[in-house]
């Protein structure tokens, strides 16, 4: 009797956890209808510049990144420096190989609206480049006795001076450093800046763009820690939210807006846990890209393509790729019409899209030490087979990997990057 009785017991036990189980079980749900719209061209970017040139040697490997956009001089040196047609002839020939949409950033500081206009004109009339996008100035807030009523008005003098020579360019401002993660941030004043610029503007700006870097905090701030970093990712989900609302009070409508630039840190550091150079690092660029592709971000600019000598910066260094350039090649297969994602696991960052033959693709970013398991669902029913995968993380490139089941179960592994793909059918 107590053994039928204990046997009983256990046997509810068992029953009871299998439903804790199943009950639990959490899932992916990809709403297919209505689409959000198609994702931005140009989210694969990054900056570029005389100073940091990418060696001949890996120019194929770039090309296999699929990069779509570059932002040209990139950083500080376009404001200290006068752009030569030795310095655009050859940008405009690396961007084309790479068959990236080009960006130039003309020079405020020491420079006039008529200097602006004369690059202008050399690229687009008297060599015929075609360069559609255009910038004023980089991080106009860190200039020395400068104020956002300053700014606007020699902003606005520049860019009229430029339509003036091309009336069709688009327009992308106002650049600003460090856009703030909070309102409580120490840069939340910079939220004025982008106030003032589109009260002035709003008529002339075609993309309102920002730059980030999260880290260091302070000049001599300690290590970045692997949760230190995988902490910042979270912030884009105000600081793009807060962006689009301070535009639409200012302007009194939406705008497109850009990231110029971004990475993890402004400084130049190397070698650490979480540093640019890391392969954590890379995780943490597939997850905020993954963010701002859910926002339906209109420009990312990753800083910098490459860079050597000691620095952090680039997705290269002088002779080979840095983990978080994988991130690029993974995305290549993404889909380009955003879909909708109820995420059952808060763990993980996904997308979804569908790409142009009608697959269903899925990105499933995971952070953290722990691996994730999720249930694939496409409107709330199970969703088709699974086609293919390929992967980033500790081991594997980007990598295809061998599907063990076709069964629309998503493998997250510790601190990895997957992006699976389904059959055309899941419609």
Known sequence: ?????????????????????????????????????????????????????????????????????????????????????????????????????????????GSTPERAASVVRYVNIEQGYGVRFWSIG?????????????????????????????????????????????????????????????????????????????????????????????????EWDFIVNDLRKVIREAAGRDFPI???????????????????????????????LTRLINYQVEIVAYFMLASHGGTDFGLFDRYSARPTFYVYPLYKRFGKTLLRVENGDPLLTVAAARDEAGQLTVMVVNPFESARTVRLNVDGAPACPLKGAWRLDQRLKAEPLTLETDEPILSAPAYSATLYVLDANCR
């Open 1 to 109: 009797m107590i053994r039928r009785s204990l046997l009983l017991l256990c046997t509810v036990v068992l029953l009871c956890s299998v439903g804790v189980s199943q009950a639990s079980e959490r899932t992916l749900n990809v709403i297919t209808q209505p689409p959000l719209g198609k994702i931005s061209p140009y989210v694969f970017g990054a900056n570029y510049g005389p100073w940091a040139l990418l060696p001949v040697s890996l120019w194929d490997q770039a090309a296999e990144g699929g990069f779509t956009f570059l932002r040209f001089p990139g950083g500080a040196w376009g404001d200290q420096n006068d752009l030569k047609p030795y310095h655009i002839d050859p940008f405009i020939k690396f961007a084309r190989r790479l068959n990236a949409e080009p960006l130039i950033h003309v020079r405020l500081p």
């Open 138 to 234: 980089n991080e106009p807030n860190l200039y020395k006795d400068y104020t956002p009523e300053q700014f606007a008005k020699d902003w606005r003098a520049f860019a009229l001076a430029m339509r003036e020579v091309d009336p069709n360019i688009i327009l992308v401002g106002p650049d600003i450093s460090q856009y703030p993660p909070s309102l409580n941030d120490y840069h939340a004043p910079l939220r004025e800046w982008i106030r003032v610029f589109m009260r002035q503007n709003a008529d002339l700006v075609n993309i309102v763009s920002i730059h980030r870097y999260p880290l260091p905090t302070a000049m001599n701030a300690p290590a970045t820690t692997i949760a230190r970093l995988r902490d910042t990712a979270r």
């Open 258 to 288: 850009g990231v110029l630039e971004v990475s993890s840190h402004w400084s130049k550091t190397l070698r650490g846990e979480a540093t640019p150079d890391s392969f954590f690092h890379a995780i943490w660029w597939a997850d905020v």
